[in-house]
């Protein structure tokens, strides 16, 4: 499972820096990794990781891919919260909704 989260068309992108320090707020020991194909956030202690679109720094889009056995829960509430704390929207099939 796969959820697209983002910030507003209005808001200013949030840099790595900033996502990687909510995420430590949360109790996550995130781990960022730029590759040839993609940028990517991984959490220690778990397999779920986030894909996240990176350019110069700053990002507004991102895709967490959830570890098999974590689509619910932990560490999805926690990760929301972090997320939310920096503006972000999650995205589904009936338009945007809060993360926090």
């Known amino acids: 499972m796969e ?3 983002k ?3 209005s ?3 949030s ?3 900033e996502i990687l320090a909510s995420l430590r707020k949360e109790h996550f020991e995130p781990r960022h990794e730029a590759k040839a194909w993609g940028d990517w956030i991984y959490l220690d202690s778990y397999t779920t990781v986030i894909s996240i679109e990176c350019n110069h720094g700053l990002s507004s889009t991102a895709t967490i891919e959830h570890g098999e056995g974590e689509e619910e829960g932990e560490p999805v509430t926690s990760l929301y919260r972090a997320f ?3 503006g972000w929207l999650g995205v589904d099939d009936d338009g945007e909704f809060p993360l926090d």
């Open 7 to 9: 910030l507003p068309d």
């Open 15 to 17: 840099t790595v820096a």
């Open 84 to 86: 939310g704390r920096l």
């Open 11 to 13: 808001a200013a992108p």
């Open 3 to 5: 959820t697209l989260i």
